[in-house]
């Protein structure tokens, strides 16, 4: 078993059960802690969440109109990031994954064992109450809101509700055995259904799951508002318009095509190849050149950018393949929630 997802409801005392879970085990406990110290040394920033918080950085029902479509773009982010650093730990050793969606990002991983951790909503309170110190009427409000605030975010980034039965394999009820019973149940299923044949995710498994984000990613910044310009423009691939919507939504002025640079001559000094990059952002005075083409013509365009170099040391001029895409995606997205955090 390579990784154990834990979905619990608030106050059911799902994390006491990852720790115990985790140490009969021997997985690497992973929450919010070790996901934010992956993002700081992988983006240089920490998620908009607030310490010691479970819930998501903003409820997308909070905000209205364009507001609530740009809040759905950075809870995307928010979680792109996350199963950035999961996946890339999941290569590595053999984790217990608390929340952020495990049971969403994981769900086609055959070294998977996805756990759920549920109780009555009338004994959540109360623990919560005794836990935190609360009246019982405040705690029965704060689990109903933090049950609202997590279903409306997997449903937001993930599409579906965390209730459903299909996506573990294990839903314990910890109203009615206590942690120690509970775990020993846990341990017992992830063992005989997956813990004799152990391995780490497969490069394969976390190239599809990368995949599946990027798609996520890019059908939620189709849908973002665009500046007047990109209304006006025909671009001549997808991925263009994509990225001058990424742009749009990061304030960062770019004009499509602005210069054609000569650079190649017959010997009668007439022009016979050009070469005209995709955008040029005038605040960092960078050209953008994008490429998801097959290798073959990567090749010929990369050949064009290296002759303009040659030809035209002064322009400042940046190939982008589809990662570098992605990864500008999530550093801006990193940034921009941490300037609003």
Not at 87 to 110: D, I, K, N
Not at 285 to 297: A, C, G
Request: glycine share 6%; with cysteine; aromatic share 8%.
């Amino acid at each position: 078993m390579a990784i154990v997802t834990v979905s619990r409801q608030f106050g059911s005392r799902g994390d006491d059960l990852a720790r115990e879970l985790a140490r009969r085990t021997g997985f690497r406990l992973v929450g919010r802690q070790a996901l934010e110290q992956g993002m700081r040394a992988q983006f240089g920033v920490d998620p908009p969440e607030p310490a010691g918080g479970r819930a998501p950085p903003v409820d997308p029902e909070s905000a209205g109109g364009a507001d609530a479509v740009r809040e759905r773009a950075r809870l995307n982010l928010y979680a792109n990031l996350i199963a950035q650093i999961a996946v890339e730990m999941a290569t590595r050793e053999h984790l217990v994954l608390v929340g952020r969606g495990g049971q969403f990002l994981f769900r086609e991983a055959t070294c998977a064992f996805h756990l759920r951790v549920a109780a009555p909503k009338q004994w959540r309170a109360a623990t919560v109450a005794a836990e935190m110190g609360l009246a019982p009427p405040a705690a029965a409000e704060l689990v109903s809101r933090c049950d609202a605030v997590q279903t409306r975010y997997l449903h937001t980034v993930f599409g579906r509700s965390p209730q459903h039965a299909d996506l573990y394999h294990l839903t314990l009820n910890t109203a009615a055995m206590d942690v120690e019973r509970a775990g020993d149940l846990a341990f017992r299923a992830v063992e005989s259904t997956l813990l004799p044949g152990a391995a780490l995710l497969s490069p394969e498994t976390a190239e599809r799951i990368r995949l599946r984000s990027q798609i996520r990613l890019a059908r939620h910044f189709a849908d973002l508002p665009g500046s007047p310009l990109l209304e006006r423009v025909s671009f001549a691939h997808p991925s263009e318009r994509v990225f001058a919507r990424l742009m749009d939504f990061y304030g960062i002025e770019w004009e499509y095509e602005p210069n054609t640079f000569p650079i190649e001559w017959n010997e009668q000094q007439e022009v016979t190849e050009a070469f005209t990059p995709d955008f040029y952002l005038p605040e960092l005075d960078l050209y953008v050149e994008l490429t998801t083409m097959k290798q073959s013509l990567v090749t010929r365009k990369n050949r064009k950018v290296k002759r303009l170099r040659e030809l035209y040391p002064e322009v400042n001029i940046r190939v982008f393949y589809q990662k570098d895409v992605e990864d500008l995606i999530f550093k801006l997205g990193a940034s921009r929630m941490a300037m609003a955090g």
